[in-house]
């Protein structure tokens, strides 16, 4: 017993080295400095760091206190959040899979997810050297995890990972641009293939100058991820993960965008949604507990599809967006891949069983 305690320290311990170290790769990407050199140092005054004041999650709340040493200023809390989330991960992973290749080959993968996901939510762009790695490591996992003989699973799941992408990207283009359209005046920014090239606060029109430049919503960086997702999920399981990562990025917006159409006044549709939202859980709900009878549940989808209905029009005769905020897709993204591929077949049995409403 004693051993096995040991050993899962040791484990959170290595963890939470190499979240260190993702932190690490993620950063000086953004900053375009070496991994290797030069040392740790304060990314406000670049003092170096001192070895007692970089032990992972431990030095940020007793050493350092979230300050540094020498200039006071604060270190941001993604340091520690992404050294424990690492941590438990490796955890969990050789827990389950104990030390095998398998789990080897899945650590690489959640560590290269925790690095584009750094870059992504800091910056709205994912580096070319991440993306493949990402993508080489999961073609090879899925080659490895199903055998060589089965290569072709692992083409069309590529492929498909990136037709389903592009299409979402470039169609959800045409579904938004009528009221988005910016004009092109400023001739000066040179994309380059970034994602997105805002450095600033105007997130809102540079992420529109990206969308109507490139016609499409998401950048590049997210086919690269929806390819490598592909590889190892397959062309069976690529659309439920692309779905599942919308919902999500839903789940995760709604409220902000409910916020900024309260803030702008904008009640009637502010309200419509939070009623739709809540009348669709109190439907799944009744369905499941209560079983309705045809006529009452055939009632519900015809008010549920009106307030759509209103919902979507008003959306599409919106003009001003101003104080949403959206988020990159490439986290949802990741974490979807990760649950599908542990959890696929259960929620293909809970969409079977709960929510076919009526088809049943
Ligand atoms: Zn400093």
């Known amino acids: 017993m004693y051993d096995i305690f040991l050993i899962c320290f040791f484990i959170l311990v290595v963890g939470a080295c190499i979240g ?181 606060d105007e997130d809102e029109e540079d992420i529109n100058t990206y969308i109507q430049k490139k016609k499409r919503v998401f950048g590049i960086g997210d086919t690269y991820i929806a390819a490598g997702m592909g590889a190892l999920l397959g062309w069976k399981y690529i659309i439920l993960a692309v779905m599942f990562a919308v919902i999500l990025q839903a789940v995760c917006i709604i409220p902000s965008f409910l916020l900024s159409l309260y803030k702008g006044k904008d009640y009637k549709l502010c309200f419509s949604l939070i009623g739709f939202i809540i009348l669709s859980i109190i439907y799944w709900v009744l369905f499941n507990i209560i079983s309705l009878s045809t006529p009452v549940s055939i009632t519900f989808v015809i008010i549920l599809a009106i307030i759509a209905f209103y919902i979507l029009t008003a959306l599409q005769n919106k003009t001003n967006m101003a104080g949403f905020k959206t988020i990159p897709f490439g986290p949802p993204l990741l974490v979807s891949m990760f649950i599908i591929y542990f959890w696929g077949e259960t929620i293909i049995n809970f969409i079977r069983n709960h929510i076919w409403l009526i088809a049943g």
């Open 20 to 200: 260190s170290f993702l932190n690490v790769v993620a950063l000086r990407a953004i900053s375009k400095e070496s991994v290797i050199f030069p040392n740790s140092k304060c990314p406000s005054c670049n003092t170096p760091i001192k070895w007692y004041d970089n032990i992972p999650i431990f030095s940020y709340f007793f050493t350092v206190k979230g300050k540094c040493r020498s200039c006071g200023c604060k270190i941001s809390i993604q340091y520690p959040i992404v050294e424990a989330l690492t941590s438990v991960l490796f955890l969990v992973v050789c827990i389950s899979f104990g030390f095998t290749i398998k789990s080897l080959l899945i650590l690489i993968l959640l560590s290269m997810a925790i690095v584009l996901s750094v870059t992504d939510i800091k910056e709205q762009y994912t580096y070319t050297v991440h993306l493949w790695i990402f993508v080489i490591t999961s073609i090879i996992s899925s080659l490895y995890f199903h055998g060589i003989k089965n290569y072709m699973f692992v083409i069309l799941g590529v492929l498909s990972g990136i037709i389903v992408m592009e299409l979402l990207a470039r169609g959800s283009f045409y579904l938004i641009k009528k009221k988005h359209i910016i004009s092109e005046n400023n001739d000066n920014e040179n994309c380059n293939d970034k994602k997105n090239e805002e450095k600033n």
